[in-house]
C-alpha cells in the first residue's frame, strides 16, 4: 500500500490530473467546487498496471492553504509534482519545492502539465530547463519530468509506468509495534460515529484495539477500519486509513492529534531540533523568535532557542530547542517544518533529534551540542546509548521506542553497547537481552552508585553516633522505586562499596566512636544494667544518662534492646532471658506472669513488658493466665 501526495501552484491542474488518473475528483467541499480551488485536503486511489494500489493526497496550491498543505503531505512514500506547462514555475512552485525538500520526501515525478494549452516545442523545452534549475540540489532533482494533459489523456500511460517505478524503489514502511495515525480529517457517519483518517505509521492496527487520542489522552476502541472505502480489519504501516473509533465524541478529536496505543507515546511541549534556514527566508532566525511548528498534521505555535549560536542566517544550519505552547507528538526523526506567523513565510525545518529532552539547554554548553550532534549523526548504538542517559533506567523496549529504533535494531544496538560495557542489565539475575528486560547505562550506573553513597556518607557525618542510615531514607532521597531500589542496594553491596545492617545501611569504615565524656557515661550506665540484668535502669533513666544520641546508638550496636516504651535490657539478659522461658516452659508446661517473676527475681512491670515482646515476636502465646510456647 503506498500513498503519493501532490505538489505545486494553485490552479497548475493537480485535482484534474488526479481525477484523470483515478476518476475520482478529490475537491469534497462546496466552496472548492464552486471556486474550482483546492482549498482543504483531497482523497483518491486507484490501481497502477502492476497491480499496486496507490492513495493519492490532493493538497491545495494557494498560499492561504500553506498549513492544509503541510497537514496532507508529512506522511507521503512520493510526491507527484505538478507544474503547468503554459505558466511553468510560479512562487508556490518554489515554496512547495522547498517544504518537499526540508521533509526529504523520498521519490517524486515531475508531471509537466496542460500541454494541449502550448503549440510550441521549443516552449515545452525551455520550461522543462527552468523546472530542471529549481530541481538542482534538492531531493527531487533526480526526478523524471513526464508531460501530460489531463484532458486530452495524453502522457497518462508513461506517468503511470515512471510512478511504478519510482514506487519500486521505496521500501515498505516499518513495523516498530506502536502505530500512529496523525488526525488529518474528522467526521462522523449516521449510524456508525466518529471517524478520524490519516496516513498509518510506525505499525498495524486493528478492529477491536484499544486507542488513546494524544495529546488529549481521550480513549475509545477501533470500531471498524478503511482503506479506500473497503473495510479491513487490519490496517497497515503505510496505508491510508479511515477508523471508526466508538466511545469516542467527534468533539473529542480535531486534526493534528494522533491515534496511538495506549501508552505507547506521551505528548511533549519542547524537542530538540536540527534545522535548515532556507537561503531565501527575508531575515535571520534569531534567538526568542516565535514561529508556527508543523509535524505530521499538528501545527502549533512556538519560541525558538538557538543552540550554539547568537544569530542563524539565510542559508545556515543549526541546533534549536523549541518550547511549544500546545503539546504534540513527536518521534526522533520526524521531519518538521517552521514558517513565520506574520507576514506568513516558509522558513525552514529538519528533523526532530529528541522529542522528549528533560530540560531547557544551556545555549552555547559544548556537551549539549555533542550529544545533539551524537543524536543525529550517530549510529544506532549511539543513538540507544543517548536514550540510557535520557531515561536512566527502563525496559529496553521503552529505550527503543526513545530512539525510534525496531525491536531487531534495538536488540543488535545493545549487544554492542553491553559488549563494550556501555550498557548494564538492570536484574538482580543475569538475563539475556530482551525488549522486557530492565537496563541502564554502565555512567548512570556509576553516577547513581556515587550519589548512594555520598547520601550514606553525609548521613554519617550529621549523625556520628547512628550505626547507619534508614534503608528507607535512603531510598526516599535517592527517589526510586522500591524495585530499583533492591536491586541497586543488592548490586552495591555485592560490590562491597556498602554494607546493609538489618534496616540500616553504612559505609564499611564506618565506626561510632564516643568521646571519653560519652565513653564514660556508657561504661557507668552498662555497669548498672550488669549488676541488675533483670530490673535495669528504664529507657527514660538511660536517656537521662546519656542522652539520647548516644541511648540509640547503644541500641543500633546492638548493646541494648527495649522490649516496650519503658523497659529496655542488654542484649546478652535478653538472650538469656529467652532461654530460660523455653527451658521452664518445656519442663513445666505453661509459665505464669508470677512464675517468670520469681525467676528472674525481678518485677511485674519488667517481666510482663518481657513476655508481652516474647507474644509480639511469635515465640509464645497467651494460654489463659499464663504462656506456651508457640
Not at 44 to 52: Q, V, Y
Amino acid at each position: 500500500m503506498r500513498v503519493i501526495g501532490t505538489a505545486g501552484h494553485v490552479d497548475h491542474g493537480k485535482s484534474t490530473l488526479i481525477e484523470a488518473l483515478t476518476g475520482i475528483h478529490p475537491d469534497r467541499l462546496k466552496e472548492e467546487i464552486e471556486r474550482e480551488m483546492t482549498i482543504d485536503l483531497g482523497f483518491a486511489w486507484w490501481t497502477l498496471p502492476n497491480g499496486e494500489e496507490v492513495g493519492v493526497i490532493d493538497v491545495p496550491g494557494h498560499r492561504d492553504f500553506i498549513a492544509n498543505m503541510l497537514a496532507g503531505v508529512g506522511g507521503i512514500d512520493a510526491v507527484l509534482f505538478v507544474i503547468a506547462a503554459d505558466e511553468g514555475v510560479m512562487p508556490q512552485t518554489r515554496e512547495h519545492l522547498a517544504i518537499l525538500d526540508l521533509l526529504q520526501i523520498p521519490a517524486g515525478l515531475i508531471a509537466l502539465t496542460k500541454i494541449d494549452l502550448v503549440e510550441d516545442a521549443d516552449w515545452l523545452d525551455l520550461i522543462e530547463q527552468d523546472v530542471l534549475q529549481i530541481l538542482e540540489g534538492t531531493a527531487l532533482e533526480s526526478a523524471d519530468i513526464v508531460r501530460v494533459s489531463a484532458k486530452a489523456g495524453d502522457g497518462l500511460d508513461v506517468l503511470q509506468a515512471s510512478l511504478e517505478k519510482v514506487l519500486a524503489t521505496r521500501p515498505p514502511r516499518p513495523d516498530l509495534g506502536r502505530p500512529r495515525l496523525p488526525v488529518d480529517r474528522v467526521f462522523t457517519m449516521t449510524g456508525f460515529g466518529t471517524v478520524v483518517t490519516g496516513t498509518l505509521a510506525d505499525g498495524y492496527l486493528r478492529v477491536g484495539d484499544e486507542i488513546e487520542i494524544l495529546p488529549a489522552g481521550h480513549r475509545g476502541r477501533v470500531r471498524g477500519l478503511q482503506t479506500h472505502k473497503r473495510k479491513e480489519d487490519i490496517a497497515v504501516p503505510g496505508s491510508r486509513t479511515a477508523v471508526n473509533i466508538s466511545g469516542l465524541d467527534i468533539n473529542e478529536v480535531q486534526r493534528g492529534q494522533v491515534v496511538v496505543h495506549p501508552d505507547t507515546f506521551s505528548a511533549t511541549r519542547r524537542v530538540d531540533v536540527r534545522f535548515r534556514l532556507l537561503p531565501e527566508a527575508s531575515q535571520p532566525l534569531k534567538h526568542d523568535d516565535e514561529v508556527k511548528f508543523y509535524l505530521g498534521a499538528a501545527e502549533v505555535l512556538a519560541r525558538v532557542r538557538l543552540l550554539g549560536v547568537k544569530v542563524l542566517e539565510p542559508g545556515e544550519r543549526g541546533w534549536l530547542q523549541l518550547e511549544l505552547r500546545d503539546p504534540i507528538v513527536a518521534a526522533r526523526g520526524d521531519r518538521y517544518i517552521l514558517r513565520r506567523p506574520s507576514p506568513g513565510e516558509t522558513i525552514g525545518g529538519g528533523d526532530v533529534i529528541d522529542s522528549h529532552p528533560e530540560n531547557r539547554h544551556k545555549r552555547f554548553a559544548d556537551s549539549v551540542l555533542q550529544r545533539l550532534k551524537d543524536l543525529a549523526e550517530g549510529s544506532s548504538a549511539d543513538v540507544l546509548l543517548q536514550a540510557l542517559l535520557s531515561l536512566g533506567i527502563a525496559p529496553l523496549g521503552e529505550m527503543g521506542e526513545r530512539a525510534n529504533l525496531d525491536i531487531d535494531e534495538t536488540l543488535e544496538a545493545a549487544q554492542e553497547l553491553l559488549d563494550k560495557n556501555l550498557l548494564l542489565i538492570w536484574s538482580s539475575k543475569t538475563a539475556k537481552l530482551s525488549v522486557d528486560v530492565v537496563v541502564t547505562s554502565s555512567t548512570y550506573w556509576q553516577a547513581l552508585k556515587s550519589r548512594a553513597l555520598k547520601e550514606v556518607g553525609e548521613y554519617h557525618q550529621s549523625q556520628p553516633l547512628r550505626s547507619g542510615m534508614p534503608r528507607e531514607e535512603l531510598k526516599s532521597r535517592l527517589k526510586l522505586t522500591s524495585k530499583t531500589f533492591n536491586i541497586l542496594m543488592e548490586k552495591i553491596v555485592g560490590e562491597g562499596a556498602l554494607s546493609e545492617v538489618g534496616s540500616l545501611v553504612l559505609l564499611l569504615e564506618h565506626k561510632v566512636r564516643f568521646n571519653s565524656e560519652q565513653q564514660l557515661a556508657v561504661d557507668g550506665l552498662l555497669a548498672q544494667f550488669d549488676k541488675s540484668p533483670y530490673a535495669p535502669p528504664t529507657i527514660k533513666d538511660s536517656q537521662t544518662a546519656l542522652g539520647e544520641e548516644v541511648y540509640f546508638a547503644l541500641v543500633d550496636l546492638g548493646e541494648l534492646l527495649p522490649v516496650s516504651s519503658e523497659v529496655v535490657f542488654r542484649v546478652g539478659a535478653h538472650e538469656k532471658m529467652v532461654a530460660d522461658v523455653r527451658n521452664l516452659i518445656e519442663t513445666h508446661g505453661s509459665l505464669t506472669v508470677a512464675q517468670a517473676r520469681d525467676h528472674f527475681k525481678t518485677t511485674r512491670r519488667y517481666v510482663l513488658a518481657f513476655l508481652e515482646h516474647l507474644d509480639s515476636q511469635g515465640i509464645t502465646k497467651r494460654a489463659g493466665d499464663a504462656r506456651v510456647l508457640k
